[in-house]
């Protein structure tokens, strides 16, 4: 099994509602990632998680709120999101966090902040 | 530093004619590289890698690339396109030398867009 799923596909909230995004792997593998992608864009790295301890924050804002619950599962909370916010959320994982390992994604939720 | 360049926003090709869509990288270290393609409304999904070892890398779906250490390159290829490979590419870098600024965060390009014609 190498997929990587993502729920839900579609989210639309408005900017004073809290949500959340969920990812699962079944893979084993140890690191997991967010990425937020706007339209024919390369994905932008959010938080890396290794051996479910949050290992990379590009400094994104407080209002994205990673977790980890365990190795197969990563979830994204949103609260307070603006307009601009409004992206592809990706989830990734790979065996490890390391130079070597190729990343698997998941198909993705389309958000969009009203 | 690691940094990546795809120099073309776009490619188009006949179906039936051999494709390339072309990358270049800058690493301090040891590059390690990965090509993915993207379909519309779709995650990014892996297709091959260069870590060490033979220069010609094959990979899914007949794609094939070649790392070029002198010239810094690692063009993606396949011998004869078809439509349904009409996608988005990213070629994306590792820098394996973690201290002169290296990372284990990938550096995406910006993105091919293969279009094949029928």
């Known amino acids: 099994d190498t997929e990587v799923t993502q729920t839900p596909k579609h989210l639309v909230m408005g900017m004073t509602n809290k949500k959340s995004l969920k990812c699962e792997q079944h893979m084993g593998h140890r690191a997991m990632y967010w990425y937020k992608q706007k339209a024919k864009k390369p994905p932008e790295l959010m938080f890396v998680?290794?051996?479910?301890?949050?290992?990379i924050n590009e400094s994104v804002p407080s209002r994205f709120s990673p977790e980890c619950p365990n190795s197969s599962l990563l979830n994204l909370h949103l609260h307070a999101l603006q307009p601009e916010d409004s992206a592809l959320y990706l989830c990734?994982?790979?065996?490890?966090?390391?130079?070597?390992?190729?990343?698997?994604f998941g198909p993705g939720t389309r958000l969009t902040v009203t | 530093a690691q940094s990546v360049a795809q120099p073309e926003d776009q490619v188009n090709v006949a179906e039936g004619n051999p494709l390339t869509v072309k990358c270049t990288y800058s690493?301090?270290?040891?590059?390690?590289l990965f090509w993915y393609v993207q379909y519309p409304n779709r995650g990014l999904q892996f297709l091959l890698k260069?870590?060490?070892?033979?220069?010609l890398v094959k990979g899914s779906y007949g794609f094939e690339a070649e790392f070029n250490k002198s010239q810094t390159s690692f063009h993606l290829k396949k011998p004869s396109a078809l439509v349904s490979d009409s996608a988005l590419y990213f070629c994306?870098?590792?820098?394996?030398?973690?201290?002169?600024?290296?990372?284990?965060?990938?550096?995406f390009g910006r993105g091919t867009s293969l279009i094949v014609h029928p």
């Open positions: 994306a870098v590792r820098d394996g030398e973690l201290l002169s600024g290296g990372s284990y965060i990938p550096t």
């Open positions: 690493v301090s270290g040891n590059p390690y």
């Open positions: 260069y870590i060490t070892g033979d220069n």
């Open positions: 998680y290794s051996y479910e301890k949050l290992s």
């Open positions: 990734a994982s790979s065996q490890e966090y390391s130079v070597s390992y190729e990343q698997y």
